[in-house]
């Protein structure tokens, strides 16, 4: 067995033991990483084995195509978030009134609305406020640096707020709320894997004791502000029943649960 080989097999080892499916693509991502920057092995080894995500190992992970910098400040983006980005564009596709703003609220890494709005600002006629929110500072300064990196502009203004607590928008705004915020009840955070509960931000998952405690707050918050539009929720599924009296659209994610919900406030 040549060196590579011999190291590759030593990584997916690793990765089989801190119970990586995708080994063999990660084990090869890893052996990249440590080629390219001249890293040691070892360190990176002990802290796969210790269970820590390898993205934030290599500070970075990948939202629809596109590579965000993370730390463990800020979520790390999951596939079936991908969906909502979807969902916005086809809501303002269809929508007979335009959007005038979009807001982000707990935006973390920044992936969900700086990858609407590279989507958008692709069509000369686009005119809209972008607006992103979160209430760890810490999270917020990733999201910019992102929005620098991956914008080459600055369009996106991020407020560090309580959900939509500061945002203030104009008489004629016509707004759409994009929100995955903390949605997993308390017990079931408590039983998640270690990979999660010990690395990830307890503020970005915890969603209180029925899951939906940010959520009632939010649409207390859009109901004060009188927001007229519409607002995406990713949820947890088994929260769904919750949300019935507001007769939401809901929208299954790729494996068939009902993650998405859409509400109109007119
Ligand atoms: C589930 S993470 C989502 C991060 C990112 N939008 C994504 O989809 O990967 C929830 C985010 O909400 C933020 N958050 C928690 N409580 C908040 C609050 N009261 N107001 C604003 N943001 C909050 C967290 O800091 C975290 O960044």
């Not at 502009?153 to 004629?172: A, E, N, P, R």
Request: charged share 30%; hydrophobic share 35%.
């Amino acid at each position: 067995m040549n060196n590579e080989l011999q190291i590759l097999f030593q990584i997916q080892e690793a990765l089989k033991t801190s119970g990586y499916f995708d080994t063999s693509r990660v084990a090869k991502d890893i052996l990249e990483y440590i080629q390219e920057k001249d890293l040691p092995l070892e360190p990176i080894l002990e802290r796969i084995t210790l269970n820590e995500p390898w993205e934030y190992i290599k500070e970075k992970g990948e939202f629809r195509n596109i590579n965000f910098k993370l730390n463990n400040h800020t979520l790390i983006p999951r596939i079936e978030t991908e969906l909502m980005v979807d969902i916005a564009k086809q809501e303002l596709i269809k929508s007979p009134t335009p959007y005038t703003d979009i807001i982000d609220v707990g935006t973390g890494s920044g992936c969900i609305i700086i990858s609407l709005t590279r989507e958008l600002i692709e069509k000369s006629d686009d005119n809209k406020r972008y607006h992103a929110t979160d209430i760890s500072d810490e999270a917020l300064n990733i999201a910019k640096e992102n929005e620098k990196n991956i914008l080459n502009q600055s369009v996106i203004k991020f407020t560090k707020t309580d959900l939509i607590g500061d945002i203030s928008l104009t008489k004629d705004s016509f707004c759409m709320i994009l929100a995955n915020l903390p949605y997993i009840p308390t017990q079931q955070y408590l039983e998640l894997d270690t990979s999660v509960k010990d690395f990830e931000p307890r503020t970005a998952l915890d969603g209180g004791e029925n899951g939906i405690q940010y959520y009632e707050k939010l649409l207390a918050q859009i109901q004060e502000k009188k927001i007229k539009g519409c607002a995406i929720f990713e949820i947890e599924p088994s929260t769904l029943e919750l949300f019935k009296p507001l007769y939401p659209k809901v929208i299954k994610d790729q494996y068939g649960k009902d993650r998405f919900i859409l509400i109109r406030f007119r």
